[in-house]
């Protein structure tokens, strides 16, 4: 977390004694003081009911309408011509072949799943993610070696042999795996989230640590329809994603994924109406180290593809900085009902000092 300027920064990040890491001013700062902007954005899922009102490459939401400029084989639709040349820059030759096979396998599916369920079902606890993901490893072996090897690169010849580089012949079995797996119902924005999170570490290897430095959640499905769509999501893109894609395409980088996300994602949300509009979420790993505060003392901004924070009123030398986790609405809410939306949406008993002394505005 380091800001571009030559400036030291207003802040260090430390350990708390009951809440992890968080953010503590450096020196005493009045309102509106800019703190920090970040624009590492490791995966984002654009939810599939927005995918044509809202760009893919700025989140510029088009308020009902659609946009007109469209990248037709992937589906995603763009705000300016500028943003679609900047989507197909950073997505690179075998993230559009990706999403190209994605949009394929959807456009041809009514949508059988609903994805985000929010169901009253308990949490997958550890060892029930161990065997939901061992439970489908079977499968996926049989679909790796019917996409060309072990790995899933093809063999050395490219085509036109049903041997696969390790020297296994492709049976009827395998080939089979693959049909089976399509003919699994399918969760769009799940399989969104996997492809971005796959694809990300595809194209960034080198930011992987800023990832795997951040809190991880070991049992990030909210429930077990959440954790079959995801067992089953990677067997539908084992058997559709190009094949350089494959050998990052594996339960422990999905899990991976998951555990990081689920902490620290923040949504991406509509600019105006008090951000009404839920488009999707992701992960800014240099913006996770905020902790909540039910009276925050950092406000936090979406502009296009970045995040900006600023001192939301005066703060003082080694005060902590704070974030909301909560929308207006929910913030305005009593204590034990803010409490309740933190312990359910992100895990934790609230321990900011609003919540602790119990003070609340008349
Ligand atoms: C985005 S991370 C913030 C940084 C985190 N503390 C760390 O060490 O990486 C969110 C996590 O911080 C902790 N946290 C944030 N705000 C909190 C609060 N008000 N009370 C208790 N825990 C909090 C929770 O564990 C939560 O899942």
Redesign the pocket.
Known sequence: MQEPTSKPPLYEIRD?P?????VFATSSMVASTHLLTCSDLTLSVLLREYRREVCGQCFNYAHGRDWRIRDSTTGFVFCAEACREQWRKETGHVGIQAWTAVETLISKRTKEDSDLVDVDMPRPAALDITTAWDGVAAQAALIRIARGGKGGFPNAAGSGSDDTDAGVQVTKQHKRAIQKALQQPISPDVMSFCVTGVLWLHNNPASLPALLH??A?TTPYPNALDLVAFTRSYLHLLAILPLPLLPLLTPANLMLLSSRDS??AFGIRSLEDDGAEFFGYGCWPQA??????CDPSVKKTRVGRTWRFEAARHVEEGEEL?IT?LSTEERSQERASRMGI?RKN???????VK?IEGVEAP
């Open positions: 708390t009951h809440h992890g890491r968080a951040l809190e959640d902490h620290n996770s180290y905020f902790n909540h505060s704070s986790y933190l992100w895990g934790f008993e609230c321990g900011c919540c």
